[in-house]
Nanobody
Framework: QVLLVESGGGSVQAGGSLRLSCARSGDTNGYYYYMGWFRQAPGKEREGVAAINAGGGFTIYADSVRGRFTISQAKNTLYLEMNNLKPEDTAMYYC???????????????????????WGQGTQVTVSS
């Protein structure tokens, strides 16, 4: 069973920065995973923010965060660097993972929640104006 644990959320003022982390553990078979960050604000649907392929060489971003957020990974930890934060970025942020058969690139489908099997418990990000 794959376990995902997020950290790094908090409260910042608009224009500030945060770095989220997601530690992946529990896989003893050496599978590869593509991973993503999602967010959900109260009363809204879960939204795909960014995704990265198993090899880490390909990424995709939602239009709302492109140029401000950067997804990356190192070994079994996924990161989301968030700069120039806006009040509309306020949400619970979740990391997600699914087994990857190859190192192929990620696309729009990887920003859709139904394409992920494993989910973390979430970390809250609050941006005040």
């Amino acid at each position: 069973q794959v376990l995902l644990v997020e950290s790094g959320g908090g409260s910042v003022q608009a224009g500030g920065s945060l770095r989220l982390s997601c530690a992946r553990s529990g896989d003893t078979n050496g599978y590869y995973y593509y991973m993503g960050w999602f967010r959900q604000a109260p009363g809204k649907e879960r939204e795909g923010v960014a995704a990265i392929n198993a090899g880490g060489g390909f990424t995709i971003y939602a239009d709302s965060v492109r140029g401000r957020f950067t997804i990356s990974q190192a070994k079994n930890t996924l990161y989301l660097e968030m700069n120039n934060l806006k009040p509309e970025d306020t949400a619970m942020y979740y990391c997600a993972a699914n087994r990857a058969a190859t190192f192929r690139s990620v696309g729009r489908a990887h920003l859709q929640a139904q394409n992920y099997v494993y989910w973390g418990q979430g970390t809250q990000v609050t941006v005040s104006s």
